[in-house]
């Protein structure tokens, strides 16, 4: 079955700058990779996704990029804010099977 | 937030204990899932019910039992837990497209559960 490998597990990172969290995957056949993130008390929100279709996707200050050779695809968020202090997930899945594999998780601090 | 609210937000019970957690969902899905989520370890999917039925089971222990009377509402009935039971249970629904569908699941607050 699918195995997703999240890194880093804690990421700190001064206001402004970037911040980058990878994912890889192990199943050739996945087509379908979403980010979520995790605020505490709350269960975890879409904030991002893509498909094997394409090779990068960008949301305002948020892009996902997939390499699916390298079978690794990868959160950018660019500015960061306070509010973006969280704990993030990527998930892979075969597009319509319904069955979300996702990563141990990232959680990132942003240093005003 | 998302459309999918989840009762009771925390829960704490004994091992003989019989309870159960609540979902619905205001999204006019037709797919809802549990998930369980544990300290230091990735969400693990439970149940899938689709159209009210259940397709995946995920090799869950029988002192869970879902039940999921129409597609807006989904249960987890809880009985005879164990501690390493202590998680936070989430519930996501989803919208099936048929075919190649878009499958984004959108996720509950979750129920914290606590086994004493």
């Known amino acids: 079955g699918e195995n997703v490998e999240q890194h880093p597990s804690t990421l700190s990172v001064q206001e402004g700058d970037s911040a980058v969290i990878k994912c890889t995957y192990s199943d050739s056949a996945s087509n379908y990779f979403p980010w979520y993130k995790q605020e505490l008390g709350k269960g975890p929100q879409l904030i991002i996704d893509i498909r094997s279709n394409v090779g990068e996707k960008k949301d305002q200050r948020i892009a996902v990029t997939l390499n699916k050779t390298a079978k690794h695809f990868s959160l950018h968020i660019t500015e960061t804010q306070p509010e973006d202090s969280a704990v993030y997930f990527c998930a892979a899945s075969l597009q319509g099977a319904q069955k979300l594999v996702f990563g141990q998780g990232t959680r990132l601090t942003i240093n005003p | 937030e998302t459309g999918v609210t989840q009762t009771p937000r925390h829960l704490v019970m004994g091992m003989t204990n019989k309870k159960s957690l609540k979902c619905e969902q205001h999204?006019?899905?037709?797919?809802m899932y549990w998930y369980k989520q544990s300290a230091k370890k990735p969400l693990e999917l439970m149940f899938v019910?689709?159209?009210?039925?259940?397709?995946e089971n995920n090799s869950v222990p029988s002192r869970f039992s879902p039940e999921c009377p129409n597609s807006s509402h989904l249960f987890l009935h809880l009985h005879t837990l164990q501690p390493e039971d202590s998680a936070l249970y989430l519930c996501a629904s989803s919208q099936l497209a048929g075919g190649l569908g878009t499958d984004t699941q959108y996720f509950g607050p979750g129920t914290r559960l606590t086994v004493l």
């Open positions: 019910y689709n159209f009210k039925e259940q397709t």
């Open positions: 999204l006019g899905h037709n797919a």
